[in-house]
């Protein structure tokens, strides 16, 4: 679309919540207007106030590129926690961008290559961190930034370049920041009560769900039962003067599926409520088509089930709201909680004694092991089985080593504990650094700071974007609303994770609004789907295809006997790695379907 005066031309992709409010504030400006869409308001904000403040009154989703005819420039723009994807690079041709790979791959004479230090990052994450891409000279934006190219620049980048916002004005320059706001409410604590924390919590979450709610087609929401979604549940159908839709995804395995505690809420509030059960025929129908949902390689398993979910709205409703977000924002996950006391007791103990305990963790009899835990079992909860002991104590004798924060969240987050499984592959900077030597407020503040920057733009948004784009469903997101998430970085860590649960201020404001059967005490898996069960079951010929060692070794990129040393001890019941294997897996698949 072209503005009023031809200067700027844009290329959008997004939703600006707010549009409306921008409209009238040019109209009165004097500004006219040919339709009633959100990019010509972009275009004539531009105009009126330059790309810098008209970006910072945006309030939505949005990935775009603005090119200045005057000044033949090309500008890109990516929102503040990056919920659309901005992808951009050189070929030998010039420079090109898109909203997905898939778009860069039809570009003639382009031939993308493998970046091996990225794929090692993705063994590691289960995600290509921001900002690469799984290409080499191909770059993800980073959120909340604005990068800015001349006329020589858009034919080859300039000798300062870095895909990192940097001082340089060929690089990304950051418009917001999550560093800024951790660092900001780290100084700024909320003073009031617990009470005005819920109540303030309350009126800001629901501006950000009012301001989603806006829509002139078929609306609802994803609700699994747990906290998050309950809370934007029960706030929409405050707001709602009919039933709010709402979709639940189960699994058909009982220590997986928690669709009850959907239902029971949703029968309490009266929602219209959809429910749809996954078998792993289901998965097996999802899996082989993965790839083009996520163009490029991906491994968090519940994308599974979110594309299923995502289909089974998309048949009811146009956009629906997602409570993704609320455990990174409010303080949700274990590492949360007990990160910090962990890392104070483990301060006392001796280097020496802390390699001793460890060795012995890792070499002991695993069938000494079990035994303790049947003779434990009931004094433990039911989550704490033999499985829960494979996948726990390898995972904390790791986390023994751990000095700092820093330490703690790198090895709590890695899921292949070595880079020899990619050939010619090294583990390079990420954006984590970009917090470090900041000041932060006691507790998990730190944490929470490195998930919002890497683990919730690169795994948990884009797993939903991607998921819900593949069948037209629009996914807003109101925990990540900036006003939301500036609210929360104030909070003191005794309203995030003092109860020894997490999100302490959801569960007040829940607790005010819903009887006391409505408890949720137990902990949530999440979005999880038995993927190792499934990996030795239904989908075992499927893996065994992909992980293959002829093949593996003839495309020269990954350790085929580190792979296949992997995948017989998962299958013989003696090692849990799913979820390393999960990430192999992927890769492989994309391989197949984009490099065969």
């Not at 994807?85 to 030998?92: A, E, I, R, T």
């Not at 979910?309 to 629906?320: D, P, Q, Y």
């Not at 790791?398 to 504990?417: A, C, G, H, I, K």
């Amino acid at each position: 679309m072209h503005s009023n005066g031809g200067r700027f031309t844009i290329t959008f992709n997004g939703e600006i919540y707010n549009f409306r409010e921008i409209r009238s504030a040019l109209e009165s400006l004097g500004h006219g207007f040919k339709s009633d869409c959100d990019t010509e308001v972009i275009l004539a904000a531009v105009e009126q106030w330059g790309l810098t403040e008209a970006v910072e009154r945006l309030h939505g989703m949005f990935a775009f590129g603005l090119y200045d005819q005057r000044l033949q420039t090309l500008q890109l723009v990516r929102d503040r926690v990056g919920i659309k994807p901005l992808y951009y690079g050189w070929n030998d041709e010039g420079f090109m961008f898109a909203s997905e790979l898939h778009a860069m791959r039809t570009i003639q004479n382009w031939q993308p290559t493998i970046n091996r230090d990225a794929l090692c990052m993705f063994m590691r994450y289960g995600y290509v961190p921001t900002p690469y891409s799984i290409y080499e000279n191909v770059y993800k934006l980073i959120p909340g930034s604005v990068l800015t190219l001349t006329k020589d620049e858009l034919r080859s980048p300039a000798g300062g370049f870095s895909p990192f916002a940097t001082d340089s004005s060929s690089s990304p320059s950051k418009y917001w920041s999550v560093e800024d706001v951790y660092e900001s409410g780290g100084s700024n604590l909320f003073q009031g009560t617990l009470a005005d924390a819920v109540a303030e919590c309350e009126n800001v979450l629901s501006d950000a769900i009012e301001a989603r709610m806006v829509a002139d087609v078929p609306l609802g929401a994803f609700l699994s039962g747990g906290i998050d979604s309950s809370t934007i549940v029960t706030l929409m159908q405050e707001k709602s003067s009919r039933p709010v839709k709402t979709f639940t995804i189960g699994i058909k395995d009982h220590a997986y599926d928690e669709s009850s505690d959907a239902k029971k809420l949703a029968d309490f509030l009266g929602t219209d409520h959809t429910e749809h059960f996954v078998s792993a025929s289901d998965a097996l129908d999802v899996v082989p088509n993965l790839q083009q949902y996520y163009d490029e390689p991906f491994a968090d398993s519940s994308q599974i089930p979110t594309y299923l979910l995502s289909k089974i709205t998309r048949e009811h409703v146009t956009v629906a709201l997602s409570g993704d977000g609320g455990d990174e924002v409010f303080g949700g996950y274990n590492r949360y909680i007990h990160a910090p006391k962990i890392l104070d007791r483990l301060n006392w103990v001796p280097n020496l004694m802390r390699q001793g305990l460890a060795g012995a963790l890792l070499h002991g009899p695993w069938s000494l092991y079990g035994a303790g835990l049947k003779l434990l079992s009931p004094v433990l909860p039911e989550s704490m089985n033999d499985r829960w002991l494979e996948i726990t104590i390898p995972k904390f004798a790791d986390l023994l080593s751990s000095r700092s924060q820093r330490e703690f969240y790198d090895r709590v987050t890695l899921l292949w504990p070595t880079d020899a499984l990619v050939l010619n592959g090294h583990r390079t900077q990420t954006r984590l650094t970009d917090v470090d030597g900041l000041k932060f407020a006691a507790g998990s503040s730190e944490m929470r700071c490195r998930d919002l920057l890497s683990y919730h733009p690169d795994d948990i948004l884009t797993k939903v974007d991607r998921a819900s784009m593949a069948v037209s469903l629009e996914a807003r997101v109101p925990f990540v609303d900036h006003k939301v998430l500036e609210f929360a970085t104030r909070l003191p860590e005794s309203f995030l994770t003092g109860n020894g649960k997490g999100k302490v201020v959801l569960r007040e404001l829940l607790k005010s609004k819903l009887p006391d059967s409505f408890t949720f005490g137990k902990n949530k898996r999440g979005f999880s789907i038995p993927l190792a069960d499934w990996l030795r079951g239904p989908l075992k010929e499927w893996a065994a295809a992909l992980l293959d060692r002829q093949k593996i070794e003839s495309q020269g990129f990954l350790n085929a006997d580190l792979v296949q040393r992997t995948w017989d001890e998962h299958q013989s019941g003696t090692k849990e790695y799913a979820y390393r294997l999960w990430n192999v897996l992927m890769f492989q698949a994309f391989l197949e379907a984009h490099h065969s």
